[in-house]
């Protein structure tokens, strides 16, 4: 059995701006989401 992983985009609203959040997978927790989220913020 061969498992694909497939990368995606995860777009959101922050504070009424739209981000995207690349490199999204099933194995993507919620935690690496808003960590990844609050780094671009903060920049």
Request: glycine share 4%; hydrophobic share 55%.
């Amino acid at each position: 059995m061969v498992l694909e992983l497939v990368a995606m985009e995860l777009k959101v609203w922050v504070d009424g701006i739209q981000r995207v959040v690349c490199g999204v997978s099933e194995q993507t927790t919620c935690q690496e989401v808003v960590i990844a989220l609050a780094q671009a913020i903060a920049s």
